[in-house]
Structures are given as structure tokens and as C-alpha cells.
């Protein structure tokens, strides 16, 4: 099993591009979502879902637009970046079946907007 | 809205000496996770906790409930290079379907 693939790694936008974030894991979780890492902020909630179809805002939301037409995948959308939305971000999944709550977090992916 | 606070936010130590860090909240938590993050890395699961009063150990590492299920604690004995990182606590939204997150103690060991 791969987990929770997060791409690209890092990059670099320009000021009002667009962008999505890939987010796919093999894990078969209902349970996904998107955060946001920031220095001395820790990791902010930006969208989840709760099965496909089905996405829901978190504490962050603003900026970004997310959806999920399949259980594997979760697309993190920036329509018109800003250098506000320069950060960290980690995707992550959970298995509503698990009684740990167990959640597996991406590797990141490190997005400056200039 | 809900929220975990974290203290300390920073914590040097030598290294042998124990470190304890706090997560506390206004509410009631339904369960609290523990996670760390390396350095450039991204957050590990540690342990869940649920029931009030709680106590698990994980080899150096103690983490705690309190009775009244609005704080909890992680102590680290004899620290190590090796605990270097950041440490989260963190609750289950009031849906119980997303994670919110403190803000950390990041704790440096130097040998």
C-alpha cells in the first residue's frame, strides 16, 4: 500500500493562478481531508469529507474549493492564489471502521505563492 | 468554537531530562489524539485516548486524560535526540468526522 500520495511536492505560483492539489490514498477510507501548516499556527482544518460525494468546510475554508467524485481521491482547488495561501499542506484519510481513529497524513506539499 | 490549547509552545531541554506537554480544553473532549512531526516531516499518529482518567505508556512516553475528560498530558522520560520534533494533541470535531489540531510543542533536545 502506498497511503495517502500527496503531489506535486513544492511549488511556486504566481499571484492569481490557479492550481489543484492532488491528494489519492489506496486505503479504502471514507474519512479525508485537507490542512494547512503554518508557523506557530499548527495545522489548520480546511475542507473534509466524509465520503464520496460528500465535503464539508473546516475552520479555513476561504480560497480554496475541494471535491470528492471517488473514494480514493480528494482534490484540494486554489482558483486564484494568494501569497496569504503560502504554507504547508497535508492531506489525510481514516478508516471510519477503525476504533483507534487512526488518521495517515500525506508527506505535504510546500506551496509559495509570489 | 472548539478548540485545544497547547503549552508550551517551545521547550529546550538537555538531553536525559523529561518534558511534559499540556493540551487543555473548555469543553468536554469526546477523545484526544497525541501526533508527532520530525522536522520537514509530517504528523505520525501516537496514541488515542478516551476514557476519563486515562493512562498509556509507550516505552519513555506517558500520555494522560484527565478525569474530567478537558486536558491531557504527554511526558517524555529522559529525552533523546531522537524526540526532537513537534508534538500535537488533538480533538474530533463536534461531528466526530474531522480532526482539529493544538498548536504544538516543539521541543529541541540538545546532547
Known amino acids: 500500500n502506498a497511503g495517502v500520495t500527496q503531489t506535486p511536492k513544492f511549488q511556486v505560483l504566481k499571484t492569481g493562478q490557479s492550481m489543484t492539489l492532488q491528494c489519492a490514498q489506496d486505503?479504502?477510507?471514507?474519512?479525508m481531508s485537507w490542512y494547512r501548516q503554518d508557523p506557530g499556527m499548527g495545522l489548520r482544518l480546511i475542507h473534509y469529507?466524509?465520503?464520496?460525494?460528500?465535503?464539508d468546510q473546516g475552520e479555513v475554508p476561504n480560497g480554496y474549493n475541494v471535491s470528492r467524485s471517488t473514494t480514493e481521491d480528494f482534490p484540494l482547488r486554489l482558483l486564484s492564489a494568494a501569497p496569504s495561501q503560502t504554507s504547508v499542506y497535508f492531506c489525510?484519510?481514516?478508516?471510519?471502521?477503525?476504533?483507534?481513529?487512526?488518521?495517515?497524513f500525506g508527506e505535504g506539499s510546500w506551496l509559495t505563492v509570489v | 468554537g472548539q478548540q485545544v490549547m497547547q503549552i508550551p509552545q517551545y521547550q529546550h531541554v538537555q538531553e536525559g531530562e523529561d518534558f511534559t506537554t499540556y493540551c487543555n480544553s473548555s469543553?468536554?473532549?469526546?477523545?484526544i489524539q497525541w501526533y508527532k512531526q520530525r522536522p520537514g516531516g509530517h504528523p505520525v499518529f501516537l496514541i488515542q485516548?478516551?476514557?476519563?482518567?486515562e493512562v498509556k505508556k509507550q516505552k519513555r512516553l506517558t500520555f494522560q486524560f484527565g478525569e474530567a475528560k478537558k486536558n491531557s498530558s504527554l511526558h517524555i522520560t529522559a529525552t533523546q535526540t531522537t524526540d526532537v520534533g513537534t508534538y500535537f494533541c488533538?480533538?474530533?470535531?463536534?461531528?466526530?468526522?474531522?480532526?482539529?489540531f493544538g498548536k504544538g510543542t516543539t521541543l529541541s533536545v540538545s546532547s
Open positions: 489525510a484519510s481514516r478508516s471510519n471502521r477503525d476504533p483507534g481513529n487512526t488518521i495517515y
Open positions: 486505503m479504502n477510507h471514507e474519512y
Open positions: 469529507s466524509v465520503g464520496a460525494g460528500i465535503t
Open positions: 469543553t468536554t473532549l469526546s477523545n
Open positions: 485516548l478516551v476514557k476519563s482518567g
Open positions: 488533538a480533538d474530533s470535531n463536534q461531528a466526530g468526522t474531522a480532526l482539529i
